[in-house]
């Protein structure tokens, strides 16, 4: 039943309710959010990291957690088949019994593998 206000029709509850617009999701957190950095900055950024990952000529020594899955996110630090990604001087050591908190869940073989490596380089 429609009522009217004067000359002006008030749709009843019924009108409205099949004239709205279906409900949107809002958006995440994430989603409203802006980018930190402009995305050529980031990509500036990158390149600039992995030209000094290129030119490093110390001895670097990756560590992960057997049970971690960081093993393939190194592979590319490691591996000399991956141009300008490696540590040209890097060793890889994977620690036994231990996730991606190796410091904490096994500090001591961690110790022994940073002594070890320690004793071979200086």
């Not at 309710?17 to 959010?33: F, G, L, N």
């Not at 899955?69 to 991956?82: I, V």
């Amino acid at each position: 039943m429609n009522m009217t206000r004067g000359d002006v029709p008030i749709p009843s509850a019924e009108a409205k309710r099949s004239t709205v617009e279906p409900a949107r999701a809002a958006p995440t957190p994430r989603q409203a959010q802006k980018p930190l950095l402009p995305t050529d900055l980031v990509d500036t950024c990158i390149q600039e990291a992995l030209a000094c990952r290129a030119a490093a000529t110390a001895r670097v020594m990756i560590v992960t957690g057997a049970d971690s899955d960081f093993h393939a996110a190194a592979k590319p630090w490691l591996d000399q088949e991956h141009d300008g990604q490696t540590y040209p001087a890097a060793e890889s050591v994977v620690i036994a019994d231990a996730g991606h908190m190796v410091h904490f869940e096994q500090p001591g073989r961690l110790a022994a593998a940073v002594e070890a490596f320690l004793g071979r380089h200086l």
